[in-house]
């Protein structure tokens, strides 16, 4: 039986899991690994897989809540430990992606299992890109552009491989904790 404590321990590991997640993305896109990627490419996707077992288990409203936290936690310490510009870019990027991707979920939650975490992950994916390396390099004279095309292509593999782990939550949890009551939009 699920009960409030629970509901809320899940809340808060969601929002220190995509906190983490946004700071080590923020660190590692400095790091390119070829004119096409930076690490951060592959670190990144994670918070759409936090977001969209958020949504699955507890509903949108938990999801936006994670999503709000984890965007406070990430830009400040994004902005200490990487840079503001980074800091902030990834700030934008993540809350418009975000709650698009909690959107996009939430209206295809019936379908078959995999639809929601895979069409909103990659449609929010395209936005996060577009803001983020439009706002972080735009006028640094770094290959953003490639950067973002490299990192887009890496978005929609770790979106494909991801499906796996997303089941694998899912169908290790009771069956209460495997659909919220509602959407609770």
Do not use: C
């Amino acid at each position: 039986m699920r009960t409030h404590a629970m509901e809320r321990n899940a809340l808060v590991a969601g929002a220190a899991a995509m906190g983490l997640v946004v700071l080590v993305s923020n660190i590692t896109v400095g790091y390119p690994i070829n004119d096409w990627l930076t690490w951060g490419a592959f670190a990144y996707p994670l918070t759409f897989l936090v977001t969209d077992l958020t949504n699955r288990i507890l509903g949108a409203a938990s999801a936006r809540r994670v999503v709000y936290v984890g965007f406070a936690v990430g830009v400040l310490l994004s902005v200490i430990f990487a840079s503001p510009r980074i800091g902030i870019a990834s700030g934008a990027a993540f809350l418009v992606a975000q709650l698009l991707d909690i959107w996009i979920f939430d209206r295809l939650r019936r379908q078959a299992w995999w639809k929601a975490p895979a069409v909103s992950s990659l449609i929010a994916s395209a936005l996060d890109t577009a803001v983020f390396f439009t706002a972080a390099f735009a006028l640094t004279g770094e290959p953003w552009v490639t950067w973002a095309l490299g990192d887009y292509a890496a978005k929609l593999a770790m979106a494909a491989v991801l499906l796996a782990p997303f089941r694998a939550v899912l169908s290790a949890l009771p069956a209460e904790w495997r659909q919220p009551e509602s959407s609770r939009a």
